[in-house]
């Protein structure tokens, strides 16, 4: 039950993540509308069921799979699931391959290139994903999230223990990974006639379960989280702090792809590339406290 | 009754050359011909079998100069299960290519079966070109005849084997294969040679054939069994267990181009060229990492790799001919689908496929050794990478399958067994891989050491995860009332410019080079004469091993 919960609070933070993003493009860019995530999403549920626009058997599965990730790396951030480094990372690329493997598959020309973009931006920026992750874990010197939701019991925040250089680089590595999670996720919903439906909502769901499951793993490591889920998760007022530090992260992962949205394509795999630089920063920072 | 050794390794060896001829004898009659070939070919894989249960009961085998180990017994009976598949890809090929490739795997499985089981290094060197000649044979019969694409590499992988044995009966003064006590010229040279042939080597060899057109491309699953059984010679059984930083470095470089290649592939045919050659640079990686360990990684990898390639080649590979996409289509597609979808999971190393508990275990190593050797993790991590990139330039392959009925089915079967292996592999191989380590003098290691270290992720919570991921996809089916049909060629994963017209430079120069190269048939003529080179090696090995009294 309780990593059923962990999947429906990653798709609600996803969601979050996607509204922010509107909401910075609205601001900032005066472009769409704030509530364009849910709007598309009702329309691909229209174009589902009225137009009978279905799904591919690749489709299904890579989106199976990309779930399957999402909820296997939200639930062991929040303490359903094993919480082993190489599980949650595994998880986590589980979650990315298959919400790519079920966008890889259009016959429009512009919805396809976006795609491909977006599978090169998966390859360019996972190294750096994956750093800031294990800088996470070092920072605390341990394998596993239990064991780090086990150090905020004892010494507090990620965010306010010390030593200061410790803080920097674990909230550097954080932003770093929700900066490289921004970039991990498969392409949104394309605004070419024929490429909704029912691919474009099961795209949709990997990608705010990609997205929830990142945040969750990035406030596990700032805010750390209960070890032992009571009946009450996640209402229980014990879980409220790492909740909101998810939700804060969410509404960053979403400010940031706004950003990279409005940059051209060949910029954002240079900012691919400062993440890695940055995250490598972040290491040194956490080995020299 | 018991079977003399001498008829089970003679039918073993000869069995499946003969079920070659049979083929070819009965050519007019398809389905009398595959009845009739393949109960030859089903009698000599039996004889292997045998072979290989003979020696896991500590018996021993022998008969003249073919006396094999655990180990290379081991090979002969997986290399033959994807050299079927393969086998069952070529029948479908039309005219004088399917004749080709069928006659051309037979006779080269007949070689890699003699070339396991021998003893002699000269014996080994003997057989060592033939699948090298039947990929050549086997590409003139294909409509891109001229270009051979990887004879060259093939007959270079030859000479250097040649080399390597001649190096190895020079230093031990004996042409019985013995353990040299460490990884020496001798050996480094076979392992090249045996990365050659497994595809490992990017653009050389296997990997160009493999990314060929022709009915040459198909052979290349005996190519990979030739390479697999000399890595084992020449790593665990010649050189030890010893580890070597350059080798592994040398496969983690071989890992990442491959993936690299997998990403930038316009073709499916390079998609599975660089799913299989990543693949294939992680034995060595394996081999490179040393140990018992190591030796251990090597033991679950090999028969994932041979079978997932086999699999592969059998509903992956596209060929030459292009099928439509139809209605009637769509369920073989959804299975050959689903079969090569497996088959790249278990390339790349992914659970619960066969591949997975070798590659955890080969990177569970390299970051235990990197406690002591900072190098071997970002090795570890490069090679990880570079098999994510390899799956990842895979998944378009899924869209543009066509496989037959038959070859969709037996696919699927294939599938399977990768994903029993990959689940239980202590179950499956446990009393195999102590057995060959005993055989090999390897330090002890527990039996259990093989299944991944993760922590155990209890069935309850995957089974949660998988209901909890099954629910919006079913309903998405439910209001879909179905699939769609999205049958399509292959699109590659990453963006590229389209050429358009060539307007001098470096690379039109290359092009024209290129062209008139293939109409003087300058790379044949240069694969042709490599190909002489190694063959009057080997005459000079065997009349030197004539003159000590080792015939």
Redesign the interface.
């Known amino acids: 039950m309780a990593v059923a919960v962990a999947l429906i609070v990653a798709l609600f933070l996803g969601l979050v993540a996607d509204l922010a993003t509107a909401l910075v493009l609205r601001v900032v860019w005066h472009g769409g509308s704030v509530g364009w995530p849910l709007s598309a999403f009702g329309a691909d549920v229209r174009l589902l069921v009225m137009n009978r626009d279905r799904i591919s058997v690749v489709e299904a599965f890579g989106a199976g799979l990309g779930l399957l990730g999402g909820t296997l790396a939200a639930a062991a951030a929040v303490g359903a699931a094993p919480g082993n480094a190489p599980f949650v990372y595994l998880a986590l690329a589980l979650g990315a391959v298959g919400g790519h493997a079920a966008a890889s598959l259009s016959d429009i020309g512009p919805a396809e290139l976006r795609a491909k973009r977006a599978r090169l931006q998966f390859a360019m920026v996972e190294p750096a994903f994956a750093l800031a992750l294990a800088v996470g874990f070092i920072r605390w010197r341990a394998v596993d999230l239990e064991a780090v939701r086990g150090a905020h019991d004892v010494l507090g925040s990620g965010m306010e223990v010390g030593p200061p250089l410790a803080s920097i680089g674990l909230i550097l590595a954080t932003l770093v990974g929700l900066a490289c999670g921004a970039l991990r996720l498969a392409p949104e919903r394309a605004a070419e006639t024929g490429t909704g439906g029912g691919s474009s909502l099961l795209v949709t769901l990997c990608r705010w379960s990609l997205s929830g499951a990142t945040v969750l793993v990035a406030a596990a490591f700032l805010a750390g989280g209960e070890n032992t889920l009571a009946a009450g998760w996640p209402l229980d007022p014990a879980l409220l702090p790492a909740l909101l530090t998810a939700a804060v992260g969410a509404l960053i992962l979403g400010g940031v792809r706004a950003a990279l949205d409005a940059l051209p394509w060949s910029m954002r795999l240079l900012a691919g590339w400062g993440a890695a630089l940055l995250a490598a920063v972040a290491l040194e920072l956490v080995f020299l406290a | 009754m018991t079977i003399p050794d001498a008829s089970l390794l003679q039918v073993a060896a000869v069995g499946p050359a003969v079920a070659g001829v049979v083929w070819l004898g009965l050519l007019r009659w398809p389905w009398i011909r595959r009845l009739a070939a393949g109960a030859v070919w089903l009698a000599a894989h039996a004889a292997a079998w045998s072979v290989f249960w003979r020696l896991y009961g500590a018996e021993t085998v022998g008969w003249r100069g073919l006396e094999p180990g655990l180990l290379q017994a081991s090979v002969v009976p997986v290399a033959e299960i994807g050299v079927l598949l393969a086998l069952i890809r070529a029948d479908a090929l039309r005219g004088r290519a399917a004749v080709g490739a069928v006659v051309g795997l037979t006779v080269s499985m007949s070689a890699v079966v003699v070339g396991a089981y021998s003893t002699s290094l000269v014996g080994q060197a003997l057989f060592l070109p033939v699948p090298t000649l039947a990929a050549a044979a086997a590409s003139l019969t294909g409509s891109g005849w001229r270009r051979m694409p990887g004879l060259g590499g093939l007959a270079a992988a030859d000479l250097v084997a040649v080399l390597g044995f001649a190096v190895l009966f020079d230093r031990s003064g004996s042409s019985t294969v013995t353990s040299a006590g460490g990884l020496g010229l001798g050996s480094a040279l076979l392992l090249l040679s045996a990365a050659a042939k497994v595809g490992a080597v990017p653009g050389f060899a296997t990997w160009r054939l493999t990314a060929s057109n022709g009915p040459g491309a198909l052979i290349t699953a005996a190519l990979r069994g030739q390479g697999v059984a000399l890595c084992a010679l020449a790593g665990p059984i010649v050189a030890g267990v010893e580890d070597s930083i350059p080798l592994a470095a040398a496969a983690v470089v071989a890992t990442m181009i491959a993936g690299g290649s997998g990403?930038l592939a316009g073709r499916a045919h390079t998609s599975l060229t660089a799913i299989c050659g990543a693949a294939g640079a992680v034995l060595f990686l394996a081999i490179g990492l040393g140990g018992s360990v190591g030796l251990r990684a090597f033991l679950l990898l090999f028969p994932a790799f041979l079978l997932a390639s086999g699999v592969a080649l059998l509903v992956g590979w596209p060929g030459e001919e292009e099928e439509l996409a139809g209605r009637r289509s769509r369920i073989r597609r959804?299975v050959g689908?689903?079969a090569l979808?497996v088959a790249a999971a278990s390339l790349a190393g992914l659970?619960p496929a066969g591949g997975f508990p070798g590659t955890w275990l080969t990177f569970d190593l390299a970051t235990a050794r990197g406690t002591i050797e900072p190098l071997y993790v970002i090795l570890t991590?490069a090679a990880a990478?570079g098999l994510?990139?390899a799956?990842?330039g895979a998944?378009?392959l899924?869209?543009a399958v066509r496989p037959g009925w038959i070859p969709a089915l037996v696919g699927a079967a294939g599938a399977g067994m990768l994903l029993y292996v990959g689940s239980l592999p202590v179950r499956v191989g446990g009393g195999w891989w102590l057995r060959v380590e005993d055989g090999l003098n390897a330090p002890r290691l527990l039996s259990f050491v093989g299944a991944p270290s993760?922590?155990?992720?209890a069935g309850k919570?995957?089974l949660?995860?998988?209901?909890?991921?099954?629910v919006?996809?079913g309903l998405?089916?439910l209001?879909?009332?179905?699939?769609?049909?999205?049958g399509?060629t292959f699109?590659?994963?990453?963006?590229r410019r389209n050429p358009g017209p060539s307007r001098g430079g470096v690379r039109h120069l290359a092009r024209k080079l290129l062209a008139r190269s293939e109409r003087l048939y300058v790379g044949m003529a240069a694969a042709m004469l490599i190909e002489l080179a190694a063959v009057w090696s080997i005459v000079q090995l065997v009349i030197r091993a004539g003159r000590r009294g080792f015939l």
């Open positions: 990403l959804w689908g689903a979808g659970p991590g990478l994510v990139a799956v990842v998944i378009p899924l869209r993760l922590p155990p992720v919570v995957l949660a995860a998988a209901m909890a991921s099954a919006p996809v998405v089916i209001l879909g009332r179905g699939f769609r049909d999205a399509g699109a590659g994963p990453i963006p």
